[in-house]
């Protein structure tokens, strides 16, 4: 995602979250949360999760519930 002009990059934007099986010491999913503020919004948050890589082993298991 490219930066506009004047944009700085704000850390607390981007997070990474990573699932490790700790007995393994393996990462088995990995995603990403960008948070931003919308105008239509009234300046509030809006999330976009992307980059989501869960591990074949692991798929199906519904990690991702709540």
Known sequence: MGLGEGEEKNSS???IFVV????KKKIIATATLILEKKF???CGLA???EDVVVDESVRGQKLGLR
Do not use: P
Request: overall charge negative; proline content about 0%; charged content about 25%.
């Open 13 to 15: 934007s981007y997070q």
């Open 20 to 23: 490790e099986e700790t007995g």
């Open 40 to 42: 239509i919004r009234g």
């Open 47 to 49: 999330g976009h999760v």
